[in-house]
Nanobody, 125 residues
Framework: QMHLVESGGDLVQPGGSLRLSCQPS????????IGWFRQAPGKEREGVSC?????????YYGNSVKGRFTISRDNANNMVYLQMNNLQPEDTGVYYC?????????????????WGQGTQVTVSS
């Protein structure tokens, strides 16, 4: 069964950085758009950043993370990363990656699947 495995979450101070990793189990990421989503306690899962399959290269960033987060893919190693810089307390949440074939129009969790267990990011002094 296809699913994804997220890793890299941690407790960091405001202004710090983390790199999250998304690794597939049972399939190749090369043909899939990958999205990073986060969910804070009591809130809905929101789209943070998405990237289309490599033939397209289209990316999306949520307004709150533009200029601070960078999504990238390494098809040779079958990984997708989310580099997060200048982290702020409002970035706290469980981060999930999801997959969908090809490209995407909307970076929304309802459009993606194959979810993993998520990785916790906590930004606090």
């Amino acid at each position: 069964q296809m699913h994804l495995v997220e890793s890299g979450g941690d407790l960091v101070q405001p202004g710090g950085s983390l790199r999250l990793s998304c690794q597939p189990s049972g399939f190749s990421l090369a043909y899939y758009a990958i999205g990073w989503f986060r969910q804070a306690p009591g809130k809905e899962r929101e789209g943070v950043s998405c990237i289309s399959a490599s033939s397209d290269g289209h990316t999306y960033y949520g307004n709150s993370v533009k200029g601070r987060f960078t999504i990238s893919r390494d098809n040779a190693n079958n990984m997708v990363y989310l580099q997060m810089n200048n982290l702020q307390p409002e970035d706290t949440g469980v981060y999930y990656c999801g997959a969908r074939l090809g490209t995407f129009r909307l970076c929304a969790s309802s459009r993606f699947g194959s979810w993993g267990q998520g990785t916790q990011v906590t930004v606090s002094s």
